[in-house]
């Protein structure tokens, strides 16, 4: 059974820090890119961050000098650290996990709301 679960979303005031973890379970961790995706009801959802099996990492305009992705695969997690917030900042942060090989593999987490507001 496949599991990503985020936390550590939650209230924080402009130019505030959080930082968002997504535990995997059920799947081999290490084989697959990790990303972070937003979204706001009403609009579609929004990539923010990728990095690959191998480490290498990608970040939306909006957020690129703000955000950092890591992972961590010895504890099958992968993280956001989300510096400088800012209001437009504010949606529910998805945690996505892909595998391409013989077909698309890919599974998502429930997220974790970020809100940015004094």
């Known amino acids: 059974q496949v599991h990503l679960v985020e936390s550590g979303g939650g209230l924080v005031q402009p130019g505030g820090s959080l930082r968002l973890s997504c535990a995997a379970s059920g799947f081999t961790f290490s084989t697959y890119a990790m990303s972070w995706h937003r979204q706001v009801p009403g609009k579609e959802r929004e990539w923010v961050a990728i990095?690959?099996?191998?480490?290498?990492?990608s970040y939306a305009n909006s957020v690129k000098g703000r955000f950092t992705i890591s992972r961590d695969n010895a504890k099958n997690t992968v993280y956001l650290q989300l510096n400088s917030l800012k209001p437009e900042d504010t949606a529910m942060y998805y945690c996505h996990a892909t595998r391409v090989d013989v077909k698309l593999y890919d599974y998502w987490g429930q997220g974790t709301q970020v809100t940015v507001s004094s």
């Open positions: 990095i690959s099996a191998g480490g290498i990492t």
